[in-house]
């Protein structure tokens, strides 16, 4: 057996190519997944071992201010672990060198520093001194944005006067491993930022001596979350609670969970395809590979060997190429999963990102390659060994070619009988032509998924930012004005427009569905926020009753015409049955509007204003914060143009890198597959090629014969494999569908362009490998090979 | 006797394989006359085969000269021996050779939209006989047939020279006999000059000249005074 060995390394070696390109398809497969599934993993992980450790809270509860003495009460909620009482506001801040204000959330620490839930990460610096008033920790994704580090000072507008605060440290924290203000879009670390200062510090500025507004607590172990939220609001409620909500409501975590999700959801779909992808290329390629070598395997029968030996020798060809691209694959998955968890430390605030892969991943990638190409080996060995071995060594019998069906119809008169050679050959092996199209086309979705999330995210901020809030800036109050503020906004240097608005927090019930969100009231006249139908049309706001987004509407299971129950969760809590107007299209959040004549009637006031937008002018941007930063009452303002820059940074360096492990994928997968086919083609066909140079061919039309059939090929495959790429991306859109976000299945004809470029480009290459061999076809060997 | 449409001086070829040099062909001399039948007879490794690709413009000698009229085909580049076989030779081998995705008309088409002024495609399939068997696959016809079809490709283009490489290797008697009729009639009516490679010493007997090849070498020069003709032939 050792010198059969020796032919198994010398065939290797001498099919160099098509080992590298079959083993690297292979390991494209595996890494796919590894890469996926242990990212995956990874953040899971990260996010449990550091919720665990931090004691974050399972439930959470605003309200407006309670005395302390309450503490014991809301202990001894059955099903209470744990109580943390807090003193939480927002406050306008004013940060050296930046001249947008951002804003601070400010929350207030323990006596003791560390409080008991929601424990902070201590990344720089020290704890603040509970007796100094001005010392602050500083969340770490806003001091990296601001270039603050410890030692450094900012201001905070508290009670409408700025208070200089010291940093003494850089904090990281269970509740903001995700930073994102509620009512905003998007993450922006410049704009929003949490700051923990001493309790008394906050007391004082806030008046809340013996008050607090913020509750954190712990389940005891198997307590119900629903009768504590239960206790927790028939507690709170009379101190103005917006109502307590469990860890799924809160804000960081259910990015955090949806991002997660959405990860497990593209681990579980698009690698698990590839790898079937691989390993069905795999077979055929291999099975092709094998069954080329007939009169070899003829051969060795006649030298005596059996059947089995035949067989486990190519079984070890196969598996030590399999092998090559599992191994391969599993290094090349675990650098990418460690690339891609590495770039959620671009979202997500964790004091550890841990890797993790785990033994089953490896084991299943590297189990259904093996096993497609062990299959392969063994049925393309049977189809050899089954004939006496003196049949096998002689050439196959001429195939039998037929006019293919195309002359007949259209009896192709014009073809020459180079094309016919072309055309029969395609036609005459359909099964073969058809594999060679699916392999190619299934190159196009892989590349297209990679490209696509760049157009989604352009198209969502398209929509959402050029049609919908198609403001500037958004500035909140610290609590409802009456519409002079709205004039007195329009005043401020470099103000084009302002639109005031009411924003009230409610809980929409349908039947039993309910749902927490904001309720937004808007002026029928308003220019700077604008409702969209499905078709990007503008909605006029009816006179009477609410709109939903449609993915709202879905959630609660409600439709035009139907009644929504509006529970307001401030002031007096008014309670109304209210009509759907209708649904309007929506791809960030899941709110409600009203007619904000018709909101003021149900909240029976005047005509309040809590927040309004504003239209800027760019070049005089930072005379307007200068004065917005002193204007009273306001409590936060934030800036779109840099929150979408901040966003725009973060996600393309993630997509990027993304979509270049996609697209090379499928390059790897085209040459795979044209290049082997080609490859496959040349040796079945050498002797027919050679015999046309004989006659008088020159290189450029043999080669020209051999590879149009390979160019008629890609030229089927591609349309088939653009319309692929539209299905993949609605599939996929439909899945990824979460509740904040629904991505649009929208892909650039640009996107489409690229990716059959990238095909195109990818056989272009194999074609030209196998191009310079036909040009070295050995005439006199070839002949020969049949004497 | 027509003027000398090849000629070889010191032709010598030899193989390198790995670190051995292998001689196929030593210093051989050679004259071929236009129209003659030139059976070369020979046993396996003799360096006939050599000598036929040289001649045909496959293979390049390693010293020597070798000349088709004024085309020298030693000093020839790819290009030029591209179109040296196109224009001048036509090859039959043992093994056919066909397109078997091509019927037989095609296979014949094929070549003669290659040459200048070719014969019609049906018109050579009638000389070999298979003027009833244009619309057949390869894989339809009997070793014969394709042999047949093999032939009207090579003198389809109307070639100076038919150069055949063991024709009737792969055939039983009787269709071996058919094919060489066709052969012999296609030297004798078209005038080509035909090269034969055999080592079935019978077939000499068609030839105007048999040169035996030994060792790379040609051992003996015989000139027939009178052809035979194939059905006076037997093996």
Same mark, same amino acid.
């Given at each position: 057996?050792?010198?059969?060995?020796?032919?198994l390394?010398?065939d290797?070696?001498?099919?160099?190519g098509?080992?590298?390109?079959?083993?690297?398809?292979?390991?494209?497969?595996?890494?796919?997944?590894?890469?996926?599934?242990?990212t995956y993993d990874?953040?899971?992980?990260?996010?449990?071992?550091y919720?665990?450790?931090?004691?974050?809270?399972?439930?959470?509860?605003?309200?407006?201010?309670?005395?302390?003495?309450?503490?014991?009460?809301?202990?001894?909620?059955?099903?209470?672990?744990?109580?943390?009482?807090?003193?939480v506001?927002?406050?306008?801040?004013d940060v050296p060198?930046?001249?947008?204000?951002?804003?601070?959330?400010m929350?207030?620490?323990?006596?003791?520093?560390?409080?008991?839930?929601?424990?902070?990460?201590?990344?720089?610096?020290?704890w603040?001194?509970?007796?100094?008033?001005?010392?602050?920790?500083?969340?770490?994704?806003?001091?990296?944005?601001?270039?603050?580090?410890?030692?450094?000072?900012?201001?905070?507008?508290?009670?409408?006067?700025?208070?200089?605060?010291h940093v003494?440290?850089?904090?990281l924290?269970?509740?903001?491993?995700?930073?994102?203000?509620?009512?905003?879009?998007?993450?922006?670390?410049?704009?929003?930022?949490?700051l923990?200062?001493?309790?008394d510090?906050?007391?004082?500025?806030?008046?809340?001596?013996g008050?607090?507004?913020?509750?954190a607590?712990?389940?005891a172990?198997?307590?119900?979350?629903?009768?504590?939220?239960?206790?927790?609001?028939?507690?709170?409620?009379?101190?103005?609670?917006?109502?307590?909500?469990?860890?799924?409501?809160?804000?960081?975590n259910?990015?955090?969970?949806?991002e997660?999700?959405?990860?497990r959801m593209?681990?579980?779909?698009?690698?698990?395809?590839?790898?079937?992808?691989?390993?069905?290329?795999?077979?055929?390629?291999?099975?092709?590979v094998?069954?080329?070598?007939?009169?070899?395997?003829?051969?060795?029968?006649?030298?005596?060997?059996?059947?089995?030996?035949?067989?486990?020798?190519y079984?070890?060809?196969?598996?030590?190429?399999?092998?090559?691209?599992?191994?391969?694959?599993?290094?090349l998955?675990?650098?990418?999963?460690?690339l891609m968890?590495?770039?959620?430390?671009?979202?997500?605030?964790?004091?550890?990102?841990?890797?993790?892969?785990?033994?089953?991943?490896?084991?299943?990638?590297?189990g259904?390659?093996?096993a497609?190409?062990?299959?392969?080996?063994?049925?393309?060995?049977?189809?050899?060994?089954?004939?006496?071995?003196?049949?096998?060594?002689?050439?196959?019998?001429?195939?039998?070619?037929?006019?293919s069906f195309?002359?007949?119809?259209?009896?192709?008169?014009?073809?020459?009988?180079?094309?016919r050679m072309?055309?029969?050959?395609?036609?005459?092996?359909?099964?073969?032509?058809?594999?060679?199209?699916?392999?190619?086309?299934?190159?196009?979705p892989i590349?297209?998924?990679?490209?696509?999330?760049?157009?989604?995210i352009d198209?969502?901020?398209?929509?959402?930012?050029?049609?919908?809030?198609?403001g500037?800036?958004?500035?909140?109050?610290?609590?409802?004005?009456?519409?002079?503020?709205?004039?007195?906004?329009?005043?401020?240097?470099?103000?084009?427009?302002?639109?005031?608005?009411?924003?009230?927090?409610?809980r929409?019930?349908?039947?039993?569905?309910d749902?927490?969100?904001?309720?937004?009231g808007?002026?029928?006249?308003?220019e700077?926020?604008?409702?969209?139908?499905?078709n990007?049309?503008?909605?006029p706001?009816?006179a009477?009753?609410?709109?939903?987004?449609?993915?709202?509407?879905?959630?609660?299971?409600?439709?035009?015409?139907d009644?929504?129950?509006?529970?307001?969760?401030?002031?007096e809590?008014?309670?109304?049955?209210?009509?759907?107007?209708?649904?309007?299209?929506?791809?960030?959040g899941?709110?409600?509007?009203?007619?904000?004549?018709?909101?003021?009637?149900?909240?029976?006031?005047?005509?309040?204003?809590?927040?309004?937008?504003?239209?800027?002018?760019?070049?005089?941007?930072?005379?307007?914060?200068?004065?917005?930063?002193?204007?009273?009452?306001?409590?936060?303002?934030s800036?779109?143009?840099?929150?979408?820059?901040?966003?725009?940074?973060?996600?393309?360096?993630?997509?990027?890198?993304f979509?270049?492990?996609?697209?090379?994928?499928a390059?790897v997968?085209?040459?795979?597959?044209?290049?082997?086919?080609?490859?496959?083609?040349?040796?079945e066909?050498?002797?027919?090629?050679?015999?046309?140079?004989?006659?008088?061919?020159?290189?450029?039309?043999?080669?020209?014969?051999?590879?149009?059939?390979l160019?008629?090929?890609?030229?089927?495959?591609?349309?088939v494999?653009?319309?692929?790429?539209?299905?993949?991306?609605?599939?996929?859109?439909e899945?990824?569908?979460?509740?904040?976000?629904?991505?649009p299945?929208?892909?650039?004809?640009?996107?489409?362009?690229?990716?059959?470029?990238?095909?195109?480009?990818?056989?272009?290459?194999?074609?030209?490998?196998?191009?310079?061999?036909?040009?070295?076809?050995?005439?006199v060997?070839?002949?020969?090979?049949?004497? | 006797?027509?003027?000398?449409?090849?000629?070889?001086?010191?032709l010598?070829k030899?193989?390198?394989?790995?670190?051995?040099?292998?001689? @196929? *062909?030593?210093?051989?001399? %050679?004259?071929?006359?236009?129209?003659? /039948?030139?059976?070369? #007879?020979?046993?396996s490794?003799?360096?006939?085969?050599?000598?036929?690709?040289?001649?045909g413009?496959?293979?390049?000698?390693?010293?020597?000269?070798?000349?088709?009229?004024?085309?020298?085909?030693v000093?020839?580049?790819?290009?030029?021996?591209?179109?040296?076989?196109?224009?001048h030779?036509?090859?039959?081998?043992?093994f056919?050779?066909l397109?078997?995705?091509?019927?037989?008309r095609?296979?014949?088409?094929?070549?003669?939209?290659?040459?200048?002024?070719?014969?019609?495609?049906?018109e @050579? *399939?009638?000389?070999?006989? %298979?003027?009833?068997?244009?619309?057949h /696959?390869p894989?339809? #016809?009997?070793?014969g047939?394709?042999?047949?079809?093999?032939i009207a490709?090579a003198?389809?283009?109307?070639?100076?020279c038919?150069?055949?490489?063991?024709?009737?290797?792969?055939?039983?008697?009787?269709?071996?006999?058919l094919?060489?009729?066709?052969?012999?009639?296609?030297?004798?009516?078209?005038?080509?000059?035909?090269?034969?490679?055999?080592?079935?010493?019978?077939?000499?007997?068609?030839?105007?000249r048999v040169?035996?090849?030994?060792?790379?070498?040609?051992?003996?020069?015989?000139?027939?005074?009178?052809?035979?003709?194939?059905d006076?032939?037997?093996?």
């Open positions: 057996m050792r010198t059969l060995d020796k032919k390394l010398r290797l070696a001498r099919m160099k098509q080992v590298l390109t079959i083993a690297l398809v292979v390991a494209c497969g595996v890494a796919a997944l590894v890469a996926a599934l242990s990874s953040l899971r992980l990260s996010q449990q071992t919720y665990e450790q931090s004691h974050f809270a399972d439930v959470f509860a605003s309200l407006k201010r309670a005395p302390a003495a309450l503490q014991p009460k809301l202990a001894a909620i059955p099903g209470v672990a744990e109580v943390e009482l807090r003193i506001f927002d406050a306008t801040l060198r930046v001249s947008a204000p951002p804003v601070g959330r929350i207030s620490l323990p006596p003791g520093g560390q409080p008991q839930l929601n424990r902070l990460h201590l990344r720089l610096g020290r603040p001194d509970p007796d100094k008033l001005d010392e602050a920790l500083l969340s770490e994704g806003f001091a990296q944005a601001s270039g603050l580090a410890p030692g450094a000072s900012l201001r905070a507008l508290i009670n409408g006067k700025y208070e200089v605060l003494v440290g850089i904090a924290s269970p509740e903001y491993v995700y930073s994102i203000r509620s009512g905003d879009p998007l993450p922006d670390d410049r704009q929003f930022g949490i923990w200062v001493a309790h510090a906050l007391a004082a500025a806030f008046n809340m001596e008050a607090f507004n913020d509750v607590v712990r389940l172990p198997g307590a119900s979350q629903e009768r504590v939220i239960q206790a927790l609001d028939q507690l709170l409620l009379p101190y103005g609670s917006l109502g307590a909500y469990g860890r799924a409501e809160q804000l960081s259910r990015f955090v969970q949806d997660i999700e959405q990860q593209m681990a579980t779909t698009i690698p698990p395809v590839f790898l079937a992808v691989a390993a069905f290329l795999l077979n055929v390629v291999l099975g092709r094998i069954a080329a070598q007939r009169e070899q395997i003829a051969a060795l029968k006649a030298l005596g060997l059996d059947n089995r030996e035949v067989a486990v020798h079984l070890k060809f196969v598996s030590l190429i399999t092998l090559a691209g599992i191994a391969g694959g599993a290094m998955g675990i650098w990418l999963g460690k968890t590495a770039n959620y430390v671009l979202f997500f605030r964790l004091p550890l990102m841990q890797f993790r892969i785990q033994l089953w991943v490896l084991a299943l990638a590297g259904v390659t093996l497609a190409a062990v299959l392969a080996a063994l049925s393309a060995v049977r189809g050899v060994v089954r004939l006496a071995p003196a049949e096998a060594m002689r050439p196959p019998a001429p195939r039998a070619y037929k006019r195309i002359e007949r119809l259209w009896a192709a008169h014009w073809l020459s009988p180079q094309g072309v055309a029969r050959n395609i036609v005459g092996r359909p099964f073969r032509a058809l594999f060679t199209c699916a392999g190619i086309a299934l190159a196009l590349t297209v998924l990679g490209l696509f999330w760049m157009d989604a198209y969502m901020i398209a929509v959402q930012f050029g049609l919908i809030d198609r500037d800036a958004l500035v909140s109050f610290t609590e409802p004005v009456d519409g002079r503020a709205v004039r007195e906004l329009a005043r401020v240097a470099g103000v084009r427009a302002v639109e005031g608005m009411r924003a009230v927090p409610v929409l019930r349908v039947g039993h569905r749902y927490r969100t904001g309720l937004l808007l002026s029928p006249e308003g700077l926020r604008r409702l969209l139908d499905a990007l049309e503008p909605i706001l009816p009477q009753g609410v709109l939903l987004t449609d993915r709202l509407g879905e959630r609660l299971g409600a439709r035009a015409g009644s929504v129950r509006i529970e307001v969760l401030e002031g809590r008014v309670q109304r049955e209210v009509p759907v107007a209708g649904l309007v299209n929506e791809l960030v899941m709110s409600a509007y009203m007619d904000v004549r018709a909101l003021r009637r149900l909240l029976r006031e005047g005509d309040a204003v809590s927040a309004a937008a504003l239209s800027l002018e760019p070049s005089r941007a930072d005379e307007t914060y200068a004065q917005l930063k002193q204007f009273p009452k306001v409590s936060t303002v800036v779109k143009t840099i929150a979408l820059q901040s966003f725009l940074d973060t996600t393309a360096s993630f997509v990027l890198v979509t270049g492990i996609l697209t090379a994928f390059i997968i085209a040459v795979g597959i044209v290049y082997n086919s080609a490859r496959i083609a040349l040796a066909r050498a002797w027919e090629l050679a015999s046309l140079r004989v006659l008088g061919f020159t290189r450029g039309e043999v080669s020209r014969i051999l590879l149009a059939e160019a008629v090929e890609v030229l089927l495959a591609i349309p494999g653009l319309w692929l790429a539209h299905q993949c991306v609605e599939t996929l859109v899945m990824h569908a979460t509740e904040m976000f629904r991505i299945a929208v892909v650039e004809p640009r996107s489409y362009a690229l990716a059959t470029l990238a095909v195109v480009a990818a056989a272009a290459l194999s074609a030209a490998v196998v191009r310079h061999r036909i040009d070295h076809l050995d005439l060997s070839v002949l020969k090979t049949r004497e | 006797m027509g003027p000398v449409v090849f000629s070889a001086r010191a010598t030899t193989y390198r394989m790995g670190e051995v040099e292998v001689p @196929a *062909l030593r210093s051989i001399d %050679l004259e071929i006359w236009q129209g003659e /039948f030139v059976v070369l #007879l020979g046993p490794g003799s360096g006939k085969s050599t000598l036929l690709n040289i001649l413009g496959l293979d390049t000698p390693t010293s020597g000269t070798a000349f088709w009229r004024e085309h020298n085909l000093t020839a580049d790819e290009s030029e021996l591209t179109r040296y076989r196109r224009e030779v036509g090859f039959v081998f043992q056919y050779n397109i078997p995705s091509l019927t037989v095609e296979n014949v088409v094929l070549v003669t939209e290659l040459a200048d002024d070719p014969m019609d495609a049906d @050579a *399939l009638t000389l070999v006989g %298979l003027a009833n068997r244009l619309d /696959f894989s339809q #016809l009997s070793g047939e394709q042999q047949r079809v093999a490709r003198i389809a283009k109307r070639p100076e038919l150069l055949c490489d063991e024709p009737t290797g792969a055939l039983d008697y009787a269709t071996g006999k094919v060489l009729e066709v052969i012999a009639r296609v030297n004798r009516e078209l005038a080509t000059t035909v090269v034969v490679i055999t080592h079935n010493a019978v077939i000499a007997g068609m030839a105007d040169i035996r090849l030994a060792d790379g070498r040609i051992a003996s020069t015989e000139v027939n005074a009178k052809r035979l003709s194939p006076e032939l037997a093996w």
